[in-house]
């Protein structure tokens, strides 16, 4: 529980980047507790694809999603190299899947930029910019809010207010 | 002074207050006018003296102003200034009760207002103006009518005759108040004594109008070996204390239990919780451990598999060990009965005799908190509809005082609560009757435990009239889910005229459900055990098609609805035909389902871990366990599925 969810820090500038398909992504490093590999997941009835389902973390029933299928990327394959990155966010516990995780990056507020509007074929409402490393681009992820989001129920939706025990 | 903060004392406060008024109100209860005690007095007076001072330090004006009278009128009955009758006894009780309210509405942060109890304060002030008589009840406790002065001094070696002064002790506690006071001049110190000799003394005030042959007889087994003195007491006021030396062990005979202060402390359950939840992964660590092992040679790795088997046994025990924290006698629950039918009993105009057995039972807390209300409802219907008047048993030849026996045990990894009378029993007739009536299915045929059963049907009530006690027609089948929510049962056995016994049966924690194991394509799921009525390989002419949707099979001269959890659950692969699957037939809320599988796999305890805290509920699933190789399996809600899957069928 390294990542206290409610310490959102606006200044944070570190970023866990991970790849999808041939795209480099980053997360809030704050909201990520740990990083394991894909494993034996127990589907649930009644879901959308992209909950994969529930897996066992150390005792704690925890849902997993697969964010290549949620963000709509046709391959999506198990194999050795798959990795769960393990978030923590509003006291909750949700494992996402990714193809790989590459490192942490540190970012300043001149290297982030705003996200370009793609017309309506993107979904880009989950994304707050795009980090610029060099020749190397980060697609930064909003992750909150892409768990908040109606179809993911993840978190409860609304002003952030979270009802839980 | 002024920097600290009092509120956090409040809970703990609050809390002892409430343990306070528990004490009181048992001991008012307890308190039998004809023969004072002054211990159970003294008890009182103290939980009163207690809750003023905390209410006076915390500035709960108005709850110190009220426990004050109280502790003024009680501190005159310790003192034998007054006389204790039963109108007594009942309005300490209504204080009890509304000090209760006044706390209650000062822990949750109302204003307290004073305003609420002044009848009953006008009333203490009045019952203490007009005290002030000290009738010959109270003298009689002073100076007792005649009674014994035992000294008991064994030899050394009175142990070796086999004999045992406690049971000694006990006898003469039986035979009337008994004062108990232990001489230790002769105890060695602890270097030089001899456990296996008898190094106490005992001197015993025995009141009470007993025989000297009686308590000769007492001593008959152990005259030999012990110096005995037996003079009748001198019914002088204040008996002079024998000696400083002389230490006071057994103060007074029945209520002598410690209140266990020093033996306990106050945990937060949420601790609790957390360490449960973590000897849990333990378990689940160490079986996955065992399970890579088997793999290993035994003869190269005996080291390690000797490790990992005491590993095993470590982690059961500790699993016990920590599950047995949250475990609370059952007299949590039973200790509010005697009140409950102390009232019941005078508005109904019946003798009532409440005998508990079992009361130190442990079970889950959480078990505790939740069967309180469907006990209470057993008990109340025991004693409207159960019991008869004095008048009707005497008639029928019965003692005019009706016993209900509240009576706890453990049985395998359950515990059975049963709650019983000797009243006028169930009658055969007249719950067909009733049940044809409010058009419940029922025929002459039916076994007497199905008959017992139809009490359990919704909307159910067999009382001629409703009555403000029970009998509003939400009844036994409430009580009845109640315990199924539980995972537990309930079965009813009676006899007319001769009483009725409910007995229900519980799981000893929430946390542990006893579960079977069914597999459906790759995935494995778990179902209440109490809710399997049976499981079948049905044969191909057992299934029928009804009106090209629905499929029933027919299980004996039932059509019982048929569900694929492989559709309804839309597991991917291919759907065997029913007659090639295993059926298991569920059971909730009196509709039967035949769920089909693909295998049943075995039987098993699972722990139950929460879906909803990471993830949300799922229709269908009440939660879910980790099996032995770390995988997760959902928990079945079969009562959901039936209630789903019904109304599917039925639209």
């Not at chain 2, 009780?93 to 949750?108: E, F, I, K």
């Not at chain 2, 030899?155 to 009337?176: C, M, T, V, W, Y």
């Not at chain 2, 025989?211 to 000769?216: E, L, M, N, T």
């Not at chain 2, 169930?426 to 076994?447: D, H, P, T, V």
Request: aromatic residues 4%; charged residues 25%.
């Amino acid at each position: 529980m390294n990542a206290s969810a409610e310490a959102v820090n606006a200044e944070s500038s570190e970023f866990l980047t991970f790849t999808l398909g041939a795209e480099e992504y980053g997360v809030d490093i704050l909201k990520v507790q740990e990083i394991r590999r894909y494993d034996t997941v127990t589907r649930i009835p009644d879901t959308p694809d992209f909950i994969k389902g529930v897996v066992n973390l150390r005792g704690t029933i925890v849902p997993v999603i697969d964010l290549r299928q949620k963000l709509k990327f046709e391959r999506a394959e198990y194999d050795a190299f798959t990795v769960m990155i393990i978030l923590n966010i509003a006291k909750r516990v949700v494992g996402m899947v990714v193809d790989s995780v590459s490192d942490v990056m540190q970012l300043s507020a001149e290297q982030i930029r705003p996200a370009p509007e793609f017309g309506a074929s993107v979904d880009t409402r989950f994304i707050t910019g795009l980090g610029a490393i060099d020749d190397r681009m980060l697609i930064l992820v909003d992750i909150e809010k892409l768990l908040r989001s109606p179809d993911m129920a993840l978190l409860p939706a609304a002003d952030g207010s979270v009802t839980q025990h | 002074m002024a920097s600290i903060d009092l509120s956090r004392f409040h809970r703990t406060f609050f809390e002892e207050s409430f343990e306070g008024l528990d004490v009181m109100e048992a001991s008012l209860l307890a308190l039998d006018p004809e023969q004072v005690d002054s211990e159970t007095i003294n008890g009182i007076f103290r939980a009163a003296h207690s809750i003023k001072g905390g209410a006076g330090t915390f500035g709960f004006e108005a709850i110190a102003g009220f426990t004050h009278l109280l502790e003024t009128l009680l501190d005159e009955m310790r003192a034998g200034k007054r006389a204790i009758t039963a109108p007594d006894i009942e309005l300490l009780l209504r204080a009890v009760d509304a000090l209760r309210g006044l706390l209650a509405t000062a822990r949750d942060g109302g204003a307290v207002d004073p305003g609420t109890v002044e009848p009953l304060r006008a009333e203490l002030a009045q019952c203490l103006a007009g005290g002030g008589v000290v009738p010959q009840a109270a003298e009689r406790d002073e100076v007792p009518a005649s009674g014994w002065r035992i000294r008991f001094a064994p030899k050394p070696e009175l142990f070796a005759s086999g004999n045992d002064p406690l049971l000694i002790l006990r006898e003469l506690q039986q035979l009337g108040d008994a004062t108990i006071v232990c001489d230790v001049d002769a105890l060695p110190s602890f270097g030089e004594l001899d456990p296996e000799s008898c190094h106490l003394a005992w001197t015993i005030e025995l009141r009470g109008e007993i025989s000297r042959a009686a308590v000769a007889d007492v001593f008959a087994w152990v005259e030999d070996d012990c110096d005995l003195s037996i003079a009748a007491l001198t019914p002088t006021p204040a008996q002079p204390q024998s000696g400083s030396k002389v230490e006071s062990i057994v103060a007074s005979a029945p209520r002598a239990e410690p209140r266990g202060d020093s033996a306990s402390i106050r945990v937060a359950t949420a601790k609790i919780d957390a360490l449960i939840n973590l000897v849990g992964e333990l378990v689940i660590t160490q079986a996955m451990l065992q399970q890579l092992a088997s793999h290993l040679d035994p003869v190269h790795n005996e080291a390690l598999l000797q490790g990992l088997s005491q590993l095993d046994r470590n982690t059961r025990v500790l699993q016990e060990a920590v599950m047995s924290t949250r475990m609370l006698p059952v007299d949590a629950v039973f200790s509010r009965f005697p009140r409950v039918v102390h009232d019941l009993a005078g508005k109904l105009g019946k003798q009532v005799r409440l005998q508990l057995v079992g009361e130190g039972t442990e079970l889950d807390k959480s078990v505790i908190e939740k069967i309180s209300d469907p006990l209470t409802h057993l008990v109340r219907n025991s004693l409207d509809h159960g019991l008869e008047s004095p008048d009707e048993r005497a008639a029928a030849g019965k003692d005019g005082c009706g016993t209900v026996t509240l009576k706890a045990s453990h049985q395998g990894g359950h515990i059975v609560i049963e709650v019983a009378d000797d009243g006028r029993g169930l009658s055969r007739g007249k719950l067909l009757a009733k049940a044809s009536e409010k058009g419940i299915a029922c025929n002459e045929q039916m076994s007497d435990a199905e008959v017992w059963q139809l009490i359990f049907a919704p909307g159910f009530s067999t009382a001629a009239q409703v009555t403000d006690v029970s009998g509003r027609g939400v009844g036994m089948d409430v009580v009845k889910k109640n315990i199924q929510a539980l995972g537990g049962s309930v079965e009813l056995a009676s006899r007319e005229g001769a009483g009725t016994r409910v007995t229900i049966r519980l799981p000893l924690t929430l946390a542990i459900l006893d579960g079977m194991s069914v597999a459906v394509g790759d995935d494995i799921y778990i179902l209440p055990l109490s809710a399997v009525v049976e499981s079948l390989q049905p044969q191909p002419e057992q299934i029928r098609r009804v009106a090209g949707e629905g499929t029933v099979v027919r299980v004996r001269n039932e059509y019982v609805p048929l569900l694929p959890v492989k559709d309804w659950f839309r597991v991917p692969g291919a759907s065997r035909p029913p007659h090639e699957s295993i059926l298991v037939l569920v059971e909730a809320d009196g509709h039967k389902l035949a769920l089909q599988v693909d295998e049943l796999v075995g039987q098993q305890q699972v722990v139950i871990k929460s879906l909803e805290a990471n993830y949300k509920r799922v229709a269908g699933i009440s939660g879910a366990t980790i099996l032995g190789d770390g995988r997760v399996a959902l928990i079945l809600d079969i009562a959901e599925i039936v209630r789903l899957a019904t109304r599917a069928l039925a639209a």
